[in-house]
């Protein structure tokens, strides 16, 4: 670390280092979008590995469940010196009454959105990993979120309710439902594991519709589960898919072994035939014939190298690859033919963050497949339709058990669809996102001085947004959005920035914005700092090493520091 003299401020600049190559722009939250270049997803776990102090994949949730254990034990005491402690009532000792928490357990927070945020003309919320439809009651749906937990809804998708909110993780990557007692809900904590997703600590399991809770964390802790599913021949026999392999358990979840050693992304069972079970994984397919216990590869895949993803409808089997290639099996997979790519380039370097498959439960030639953007095809995957009308980044597939209904999740929520569009028409999606507080934030979310009411915060894939007093925030720049600030003594001036160090600045309280940034092409993770004083000068980072200094709001910028090998962060003395 080092520091600057300036003639009004003092400047901190935290260095490390990683280093960052230059993108090209976008706009992350357009319809249909033209994806960044590949190793924008290498930034994106740069920045998420430099926020925890460790690469992706060593981060650990040991030290969160280890506070949550010592907070638990002091609420416990609290209570107990509270019950056995007299009151006083008149000068006179009294029994004591019902526990009172004390300042640990007495913090109150309201939540103020986005809920969701209104943008480019729709409505999102944030990633979406886990989709799971009642098969007794298609009302009933829940829902897993990249970082925003387990939600719940009994009306279709038009209002939700979080479920998880207390439990030691609102990482989620799978969810499935008991389909002889669907009120036993499965979650598969951590996020599929890629390149920016928190690991999990376990299975979540809920015997009654997901009001309470128990956490299993077998031999998942610090892992990802990708997929789990219950055996509809034995509620007891349940399966679930991680980087360490599939997991079985035959005590409805309360005990584990790991039956397979190749990691693992998916896992299904044939609710038509007895025993049988499929999962996927790096390059390969695998079959189960004895419910699980022991796991042989079907179809293999040697040009991919990510995880694979794989449906089933009837005895018709479809498995999709992170190279663009597709294959199917109309007889449960013992042999295979590859179907025509369903657009090109598909994936565009993205495949192994977002990847899915999914057929018609009633339908077999009613099949669905997402990457960046959503294709469908009506007979079998012989043709294919582009549908480009609800968000990019797709994650999730599931139906309504009567195959009329697909729900779809991806980085801008959840939506919903009749089945049975053509493949030269657009998917009529209906957006779920009313009420769904999951947005991702990156760091940099500012307040006006003296306004509660008004606000900005950049978020994954879903715009900088506005603030205004209601839990509706309004996306006000596109892309992923990062740092922002708020001029402390005039609030119609504000700044935010998109990834590649793109900034932009309103004179007009946020109602819109111009660019003003020359680096445009530098950094994923834009750096914007303010002179709390002065707040005409403004610094950043490009992605080139240096400091820039803006002593005219952002109109023109010099260089002002030594290059270092990385700048983390930038502060400003206030004094």
């Known amino acids: 670390m080092f520091r600057l003299k300036q003639t009004i401020a003092a400047i901190l600049v935290l260095s490390c280092s990683l280093c960052v190559a230059q993108q090209t722009t976008t706009n992350a939250a357009s319809k249909n979008k033209e994806k960044e270049p590949a190793n924008i997803l290498e ?92 098969p007794t009651n298609p009302s009933i749906i829940y829902l897993g979120a990249a970082d925003g937990g387990v939600w719940k809804t009994t009306d279709g998708g038009q209002h939700w309710v979080p479920l998880t909110d207390t439990q030691p993780t609102l990482s989620i990557g799978s969810i499935a439902l008991d389909p002889n007692n669907p009120s036993t809900i499965y979650v598969g904590t951590g996020e599929p594991f890629t390149f920016d997703s928190f690991p999990g600590v376990g299975v979540l399991k809920s015997t009654d519709g997901g009001q309470t809770w128990t956490n299993i964390q077998g031999p998942f802790v610090n892992g990802h589960i990708g997929g789990i599913a219950v055996d509809p021949n034995n509620s007891q ?108 380039p598909f994936c565009q370097g993205q495949c192994n963050y977002n990847l899915i498959v999914g057929a018609s439960p009633t339908n077999p030639n009613e099949v669905y497949v997402g990457s960046i953007n959503m294709y469908h095809s009506n007979d079998g995957g012989v043709t294919w339709g582009l549908d480009s009308s609800s968000h990019s980044d797709n994650h999730a597939l599931t139906f309504s058990p009567d195959g009329a209904t697909v729900y779809a999740g991806n980085d801008g ?59 509706t925030w309004t996306g006000v720049i596109g892309g992923d959005g990062f740092a922002t600030a708020i001029n402390p003594f005039n609030q119609q001036i504000m700044y935010g920035t998109a990834q590649n160090a793109v900034l932009f600045r309103s004179t007009d309280a946020g109602a819109s914005f111009s660019n003003i940034g020359p680096f445009n092409g530098g950094r994923f993770d834009t750096l914007l700092t303010m002179d709390p004083s002065a707040p005409q000068h403004l610094y950043t980072d490009p992605g080139t090493g240096f400091v820039f200094q803006s002593n005219d709001a952002g109109t023109t910028w010099t260089s002002i520091s030594p290059q270092q090998n990385f700048i983390g962060n930038i502060a400003v003395a206030p004094t």
């Open 413 to 471: 929520g959840a939506w919903a669809a009749p089945t049975g569009t053509a493949a030269n028409s657009s998917i009529p999606w209906t957006n779920l996102n009313n009420t769904l507080a999951t947005l991702q934030f990156y760091r940099g979310i500012s307040m006006a001085a003296g306004d509660p009411n008004l606000g900005l915060g950049g978020t994954q894939d879903n715009a900088t947004e506005r603030y205004n007093g209601t839990t």
């Open 43 to 134: 930034q994106r776990a740069e920045y998420f590995a430099r926020q925890h102090g460790a690469r992706p994949d060593k981060i650990s949730v040991v030290p969160r469940l280890k506070a949550l254990t010592q907070l638990e034990n002091m609420r416990r005491k609290e209570k107990q010196q509270i019950q056995l402690s007299p009151q006083l009532k008149n000068g006179a000792a009294v029994a004591a009454g019902p526990f009172t928490s004390l300042a640990i357990s007495t913090t109150q927070w309201t939540s103020i959105g986005p809920a969701p945020v209104q943008s480019f003309g729709n409505f999102f919320s944030g990633r979406v990993r886990a989709l799971a439809v009642d």
């Open 237 to 344: 026999n349940v399966l679930a898919a991680f980087e360490q392999g599939v997991a079985r358990s035959t005590d409805g979840g309360n005990t584990w072994t790991v039956v397979f050693g190749a990691v693992s992304g998916q896992v299904l069972f044939d609710p038509k035939n007895p025993g049988v079970a499929y999962g996927s994984g790096l390059e390969a397919v695998f079959k189960s014939t004895d419910s699980g216990a022991t796991w042989t590869p079907i179809l293999t895949e040697n040009t991919a190298d990510g995880l694979s993803s794989v449906t089933l409808s009837g005895s018709t089997l479809y498995a999709f690859f992170d190279d663009s290639t597709l294959f199917k099996s109309t007889d449960a997979g013992a042999t295979c033919t590859k179907l025509p790519t369903p657009g090109a």
